[in-house]
């Protein structure tokens, strides 16, 4: 979950209504989100025994034995918003527990969605023009390689980009 979420980092903070002040209450692991060893050191490492208090602000929180606590996505009234950024959070989720193979973006949205429900989330990344929020989807080329084992494969992390 730590990998998929530093690999589309861009997008989801666009898609989250996160601005660059207010990451300081969900900061990601790396820098950048392009460097594929250090993401894949961070998601190898992400263990729940670490109890220190400021890393409770990371995008993905473990520092509860018990529980997984996902930070990113800013509080909402509008409904397409929270929609879209709790369906996509859930797809993660499950993607990342359940899926084997290569995802990208848009597989992220869709993934086990209903037509109505992946047109609405598809719309409101689309088309959201609060901020430059705007997402093309087609565009993002960052695909990552989920494996059985749950391993990353460095080499076939990350293809276009």
């Known amino acids: 979950m730590v990998a998929v979420m530093e690999l589309y980092r861009e997008e989801l903070i666009k898609i989250s209504g996160r601005n660059k002040s207010s990451l300081r209450w969900c900061q990601f692991e790396t820098s950048?989100?392009?460097?594929?060893?250090?993401?894949?050191?961070?998601?190898?490492?992400?263990?729940?025994?670490?109890?220190?208090?400021h890393n409770r602000y990371k995008v993905v929180n473990t520092t509860n034995e018990k529980t997984v606590e996902i930070r990113l996505c800013r509080g909402t009234l509008l409904w397409e918003s929270f929609?879209?950024?709790?369906?996509?959070?859930?797809?993660?989720?499950?993607?990342?527990?359940?899926?084997?193979?290569?995802?990208?973006?848009?597989?992220l949205i869709v993934y086990k969605n209903d037509?109505?429900?992946?047109?609405?989330?598809?719309?409101?990344?689309?088309?959201?023009?609060?901020?430059?929020?705007?997402?093309?989807?087609?565009?993002?080329?960052?695909?990552?390689?989920?494996m059985p084992d749950n391993s990353l494969r460095p080499s076939s992390f990350m293809f276009g980009k």
């Open 115 to 146: 037509d109505k429900t992946i047109q609405m989330m598809k719309n409101y990344i689309e088309n959201n023009d609060i901020e430059n929020r705007k997402v093309d989807i087609k565009e993002v080329k960052k695909t990552i390689l989920l």
């Open 32 to 53: 950048n989100g392009y460097d594929i060893e250090v993401i894949k050191k961070v998601a190898k490492d992400k263990i729940k025994s670490d109890r220190n208090r």
């Open 83 to 107: 929609n879209t950024r709790i369906n996509l959070m859930y797809n993660i989720v499950n993607v990342s527990r359940n899926y084997q193979g290569l995802i990208n973006l848009e597989k």
